[in-house]
């Protein structure tokens, strides 16, 4: 007997402060680095995000054939101020970044006893270079730059997680989760425009990749200048953002919780 | 007539490479629209009656792989390849060697390489790298030079 997990999906949406686009991911948080070709079948270390050191591989490449109905919302804490339209970090600057998944419409009933319903996504920030920019953090205690080499052990306190090359964040797993947080931390001056690159899936309760929803999608992000730095989490800048959506991401997938395989 | 290439080498060496980067149900993992075919655990499974994993609570004792194990790693979709699969994944891969003789001309290496064809963007490795060096060996010719385990897969 093994514990069964299925592929999942994510999607994103946008929110009023910082939206994107989205993508999708595995339901384990173990199933993002296992071997394709493993006991337990994993994705190998491409994470779906779209970004380069994914190859441009996004979750809808396996979630094939999704209905486009869901979206994900990304908001930053402090805001991302909007400069010529284009939001924009400060250099060295820490945010708190609260994901969430809307428009959710599949597995939203009762799956059957050897499924259960996970929602997931990944994300990374990349500059020109291809390599993740900046620092990021999982609300389960991971960190880039000091990058565990496994899974946390289970089970995972906090939605997200970090480990192997922790070059993305990725959801932890666990059910009907709907929402997700992470910390970023922002390379130091120089680093110039970065994207955000992401994926949610919305899956069902069939445990397969097919017929789940997703999102996918990428979110250019400025270098504040020194003249142009952010103000923050001021009013202004919460203001002037809210009225511009940038982009929405949502995701979900679902799995079962055990069943045999072998 | 095909490449008398190493079916061993290929399933231990150059399998899980593609099954990796290439199998995605939106990519090579498509039973059409696509020039290149490759079946994989927990992504496309062949059209085929297969026995079901003796220990899945659900289902009847024959299933089609197809139907039941496509983009799942959930009962017969966990399990191995088909000796069917092997053989149709082994005979795509190395038909790219059709009426050439130097594997960098064959379109499993320069579609996916970093530099290479559009590939609808999507490029795997650089010419360095050591998925691109293994998947050229074989297309070379190299030999595992015994029988591959594949494990589970």
Known sequence: MHILRALMGTSIVASTTLLAGAAAAWDGADLWYKQAEGALPGGGGILGTGSASDHGITCAHCHTNAAGMIDLQFTFTPTLPLVGGQPTYTPGQSYQVDVKLTGEHLGTGVCDQYMTHVNNFAATFEGDSGKLAGVLSSDSGQTSSSCPPNVPMLPINGTTVLYNDCRAVLASGGEDRTTWTFSWQAPPAGAGTLTLFYGVVDGDCDMSSRGDDVKVGTLKLGEASASLSPPGNSRWAMALASLVPLGLIAARGKRRKQAPRE | ?153
């Open chain 2, 1 to 153: 007539m095909l490449p008398a290439l190493d079916m061993e080498y290929y399933k231990c060496k150059v399998e899980p490479i593609v099954d990796r980067g290439c199998s995605m149900l939106g990519c090579h993992g498509a039973e059409t629209g696509r020039a290149y075919k490759v079946y994989a655990r927990g992504r496309l499974r062949r059209k085929e009656t297969v026995s079901q994993v003796p220990t899945c609570p659900i289902g009847p004792q024959q299933v089609d792989l197809a139907d039941e194990g496509t983009g799942t790693v959930m009962c017969v979709g966990w399990s191995p390849h088909t000796p069917m699969e092997w053989q149709e994944n082994f005979d795509n891969a190395r038909s790219f060697m059709l009426g050439l003789s130097d594997p960098e001309e064959s379109e499993l290496l320069q579609q996916p390489v970093v530099g290479g064809k559009p590939h609808a963007g999507v490029h795997l490795f650089q010419k360095s790298d050591a998925d691109y060096q293994t998947i050229k060996a074989w297309l070379g010719g190299a030999t595992l030079g015994g029988t591959c385990d594949p494990g589970a897969n």
